[in-house]
């Protein structure tokens, strides 16, 4: 039996590739939305046609120039993605994504009658992105719900809150995740550079649960199997 | 003395116009922000830097494409907007717009270190639209605080959430706003249609505290004084 509608907001990284396999598998009935925002990695838009596609899943991009608002070395070309491993992730932060794209999902959820909203991110995300942290994602719930046309509880599921990306990937080997097909690179290179912010989280993340990423890397990387 | 920094989001009608006199007369050094949200009334962005431009103030116009979401007469043309006094306005309703606006407004401020931002719904807007009522903003000013990047207290000024439009337009009176200038009309004509219910609720504010409104109309309205 089909099971409550949700859509999952869709990168096509291996944090919301998960994600999207562990809404299915928990019988939600399930429509993708994916962020264009001019991002640096705009190569991720291929992953999430060719995944969404490959599960037969309706799926919406929604553009939203973030560039217009800069700040960040994802939207903004000027500035470096740091690939150093001392190197801090602060310049990578895009101000307010996260409560960007939850309200533009919760306004097109609107128009769907779609409440439940699958959001993706990780323990690690803490340490840089303030607004990964679930108090957030309360607060943001109310004002959804509040700010909507009508009387509905917004529902922004996190369930990778408080897990680790290992823990993460741990389950996507249970449910089956072609992370062959997933893109993490913030320089948005096939192959990934294995030297950004993300592509070592990704690598770590691997090589903690004793796995292979299967990703083609531009070279092989220290901490790497 | 230049006084605090604030973003005021500035739609080129009479109540944001209103809006930006008053936060300038409270001594604000403001900057404007209008959305170009692909609106059917995108002639409003014509008063916008007409008037930014005679107040000598920096104004920034942000692209973000609401026809994607759809739902509302005012982003999709297939839906008609209403121009008879007994049709209700929940058509017209954009799903979330204000969380969207006040968040884009946040994240811009957030990059040029700007934290106090004016929004201007009028009291007569609660009947419509959710998301121009207190409570829904003290909670967005709690989300928005907890999901930027580093600790700060984002603070949006509805000073317009108590007043009815006749009030909001007598203070206007007092400030020199020029009514000439701004723009109201939903079906976006100019002259301005005098049916819609943007047009509508304007000529009623003006009928009340006894003043001609200075805008060309199509058509008199009976209700025009």
Redesign the interface.
Known sequence: MAGLRAIVCFSGGMDSTTLLYEALAQNYTVETLTFDYNQRHRIELESVQIIAARLGLPHKI?????T????SALTDLKIEVPVQAEQGQ?IT?V??????FC??A???G??QAIDEIFYGPVKEDFEV???C?R??FD??E???S?????ERAVKIHTPWADKTKAEVLRRGFELGVPYNLTHTCYLGMRPACGKCGSCRARLAAFAEIGLRDPLPYQTMVADRD
């Open positions: 929604l553009k939203i120039d973030l217009q608002i800069g700040g602060e932060v101000p307010l994504r996260n409560t960007l309200t533009l919760a306004a097109y609107e128009t992105y303030r607004d942290r108090p957030f607060s943001l109310e004002s959804l509040l700010g909507s046309s009508y």
